[in-house]
């Protein structure tokens, strides 16, 4: 989930809330000043941030904590190559606010990669949907059909698959592969297929 400071501060217990208020405030000196250290004591609110104000609340803490520091694609990258699934979710989820350009691409295609089905369903948000080359695109929604991904995770799904002849070619060759290795269709496959108004 994201959330903004003003709709996250209230579910917190006043421990998290103390917290996290801390963390923005190094994130936000952060911002302001080069201080020339490895790892910004910020960074290391971020890794910590499940632990203080609970896996529920987590991806929305590492975001705004992302957003407060203005992190640019050079320390988006570093966190997302050294850092566990949840922390790469993160990035994922704050790219739309801090890369207005596809420069960060190579970090939704290496999550679309991965077998994890919440970095998958993160990499389908809004950066992907403004970002993805068609290709690149359509074999996204093959991963997440793949995977068990709802089609509800991809942003901008109808806009981007109305009139799509080519995804819905694919989707008909993935449904006649899975009908033929004796595998169920997923569901969404028709709903997707649906949305390109093209037939099977």
């Avoid at 992190?71 to 994922?92: M, N």
Wanted: hydrophobic share 45%; proline share 6%.
């Amino acid at each position: 989930m994201t959330a903004t400071r003003e709709e996250l501060s209230p579910r917190l217990d006043p421990d998290a809330r103390t917290w996290l208020d801390g963390a923005l405030a190094e994130a936000d000196r952060a911002a302001r000043q080069d201080d020339n250290v490895a790892v910004p004591a910020w960074e290391l609110r971020f890794a910590a941030a499940g632990r203080h104000v609970g896996q529920e609340y987590a991806d929305a803490a590492r975001v705004l904590l992302l957003r407060q520091a203005d992190a640019g694609l050079a320390t988006l990258t570093r966190i997302y190559q050294r850092g566990a699934a949840a922390e790469r979710r993160a990035v994922l989820l704050a790219l739309p606010a801090l890369v207005p350009g596809p420069e960060a691409l190579p970090l939704t295609e290496d999550a679309l990669r991965a077998n994890d089905t919440r970095l998958v369903a993160a990499a389908v948000g809004p950066y992907a949907a403004a970002h993805l080359d068609p290709h690149a695109w359509r074999h996204a929604i093959l991963k997440c059909l793949f995977t068990g991904v709802p089609a509800d995770a991809v942003d901008s799904l109808p806009e981007r698959a109305r009139g799509d002849a080519e995804l819905a070619r694919m989707l008909g060759d993935f449904a006649a592969e899975r009908t033929a290795a004796g595998r169920d269709v997923p569901a969404d496959l028709y709903r997707v297929l649906n949305l390109t108004g093209e037939e099977s």
